[in-house]
């Protein structure tokens, strides 16, 4: 998440816990993030605290998967950044839903990172 400060506008996707590592850069950097949350019942799940954290900011596109079902993360991320006009997109997620979402913005010429569990 770090590398996120060498870009002016950034598109996040997390799902679930994910939008823990996002948390700082949502009170530091919120001018340049747009948020895509991806869960269930985020306010239930997460607590009023995160809730509160996160609930403000102004660029915040909540799925609950509740009620929407499984979204096309990949198609979601392109489009957000695609409006937003993002220089790239950040994924925190699990290895399946990470690999979807960079692959799918590297296709469409959008830089996007993720996790790469290298190790």
């Known amino acids: 998440m770090f590398s996120i400060n060498a870009y002016s506008r950034v598109v996040v ?3 679930g816990a994910g939008i823990a590592p996002v948390l ?3 009170l530091e950097n919120k001018h ?3 948020i895509l949350w991806i869960g269930n019942n985020h306010q239930l799940t997460y607590g009023k605290k995160m809730w509160s954290l996160i ?8 799925y609950d998967t509740g009620e929407l079902g ?9 489009q957000i950044a695609r409006e937003f ?3 790239a997109v950040f994924c925190v997620s699990n290895r399946s839903v990470t690999k979807t ?3 799918a913005c590297l296709v ?6 993720g996790a790469s569990w290298d190790s």
């Open 24 to 26: 700082p850069h949502i």
């Open 32 to 34: 340049k993030l747009y």
């Open 108 to 113: 469409k010429g959008i830089p996007a990172y």
């Open 85 to 87: 006009r993002a220089q």
């Open 101 to 103: 979402v960079v692959s």
């Open 13 to 15: 996707v997390a799902t």
């Open 70 to 78: 499984r979204p096309n993360v990949g198609d979601l991320a392109i």
């Open 55 to 62: 609930s403000n900011h102004s660029r915040l596109k909540i």
